[in-house]
């Protein structure tokens, strides 16, 4: 069964907010520093998790992930380590959720993959809405590339220069 990337808490009595799990927001911030240091060495997994203050255990999960996604690529030795295994202007933000968390689902009735997961999804008034919804997060998150916001966060630094 997908798993959904946002869910929903109540942290007072009437607030509610959606949050987006550790696994993608992580794993994001990884991905963006091997691109920001991209070389033509590996980069630590050590340092990687100093820089972005990560656990580098937990970091290491992620690392497996998107590497079976191919996502990142590792290599073994004295100098090893982890870099993009594709030109980040290649590698969608939403692939790099979706490696971690698997399929989109903002509700457990509608999900990228799955269609089917509830027997009243054409009968209910508000399925439309929870897809559209799902649509646009989905829009976005393939909107942009890695090599896009590293753009961005080249721009931001420079600017502040």
Request: glycine residues 8%.
């Amino acid at each position: 069964m997908p798993r959904a990337i946002l869910s929903a808490f109540a942290p007072g009595e009437n607030e509610v907010t959606m949050n987006i799990s550790t696994k993608g927001r992580y794993g994001l911030r990884a991905v963006l520093d091997l691109a920001v240091t991209a070389t033509d060495r590996p980069v630590s997994l050590s340092s990687i998790a100093a820089r972005q203050h990560l656990s580098e255990g937990y970091l290491e999960q992620l690392m497996a992930s998107m590497k079976k996604a191919g996502i990142v690529k590792s290599s073994r030795g004295s100098q090893g380590g982890y870099s993009l295994a594709r030109d980040p202007h290649d590698i969608r933000v939403g692939e790099v959720f979706r490696a971690l968390e698997g399929p989109l689902a903002l509700t457990s009735c509608i999900s990228e993959e799955h269609t089917d997961n509830c027997s009243r999804v054409d009968a209910c008034g508000s399925a439309f809405i929870w897809k559209e919804v799902q649509d646009a997060i989905s829009f976005v998150l393939d909107k942009y590339s890695i090599g896009d916001l590293l753009d961005k966060e080249i721009s931001a630094c420079g600017e502040g220069s």
